[in-house]
Structures are given as structure tokens and as C-alpha cells.
């Protein structure tokens, strides 16, 4: 017998798990779908050592989870260590090659670095995608001034 959850990121992995590893199978679920939780609960409270803890470690058992990725960009950010938030957001990028938003949030790390061509290229490619975007069109034209 086959267990799916209908969560997501976990189905495909769940889909394989056998009844009689049931109870183990659950605790592995619970801890895989809590972390990402927990660290986005921490960089809200502003303890980024932490949210970037317990983001790597999901990564580490996810390493697809767009979600993870982006809160480990976020708090690298904070800490302005743009070259490795760049990192997850090109993780990020291979993952959604169509997602406006992930192109928008490197665009905003590019500028941060002073990198305007990059950034340009993001946000360019962010208004292809959604075009109806306004922010982004208002954060491209910004580089300009």
C-alpha cells in the first residue's frame, strides 16, 4: 500500500513508502515539512543564524525546495552576503526558470552588489514573464537614476 499525502514537495518522495514503515515514514514527513516552517518563523523574528540554519538543513533534505532556498537568500541578504544569496536565488532560478519573482529578487541582490547590468537583465526578464508587474518596471527604471 502506497501512502500520498497530497502535500506537494512530498508526494513523489511519499509515493514509494510501504505501510509497514508507516510510523517512521510520518516523524520523516513531519520534520521534512516543519523545517522550512521553522526557519521562515525565525528570520521573522529576526534571528537569521538560525532561520539560515535550519534553511540549510532543508535544502540539504530538499534540495529543490524553492521555499527553503529563498528564505536562505533572504537572510544571506540581511547579512549582506550577496555572492551567496546570488548562489540560491541561480538554484532557485534552475528550479523555476519561469518564476518573475525569483528573477526579481536577484535582480534586487545584483543592486545591492552595484551590479546594474545584472540586475537590468533580471528585472528585464522578471517584466517578460508578468509583464503586469508594476513594482517591477519601478524597480528597473530606479537603476537608472
Known amino acids: 500500500m502506497h ?6 514537495g512530498t508526494e513523489d ?3 514509494s513508502f ?5 510510523s517512521d515514514n ?5 520534520i521534512f515539512e516543519q523545517v522550512p516552517a521553522r526557519a521562515r518563523a525565525h528570520r521573522a523574528k529576526g534571528d537569521n543564524e538560525r532561520a539560515r540554519e535550519d534553511s540549510s ?8 525546495s524553492i521555499d527553503a532556498l529563498l ?3 533572504d537572510t544571506l541578504v540581511g547579512a549582506k552576503q550577496f555572492d551567496k544569496a546570488i548562489d540560491d536565488y541561480d538554484a532557485a532560478v534552475r528550479i523555476d526558470p519561469g ?3 525569483l528573477f526579481s529578487l536577484r535582480a534586487a541582490a545584483f543592486v545591492s552588489m552595484h551590479e546594474p547590468r545584472l540586475a ?3 528585472y528585464t526578464e522578471a517584466i517578460r514573464l508578468n509583464p503586469k508587474e508594476l513594482q517591477t518596471y519601478i524597480d528597473r527604471a530606479a537603476i537608472f537614476k
Open 57 to 64: 538543513e532543508a535544502i540539504r533534505l530538499d534540495p529543490k
Open 99 to 101: 518564476n518573475a519573482k
Open 71 to 73: 528564505v536562505r537568500a
Open 18 to 22: 510501504h505501510s509497514d514503515d508507516c
Open 26 to 30: 510520518l516523524i520523516f514527513i513531519r
Open 13 to 15: 518522495r511519499l509515493a
Open 3 to 8: 501512502h500520498a499525502l497530497g502535500n506537494g
Open 120 to 122: 537590468v537583465r533580471d
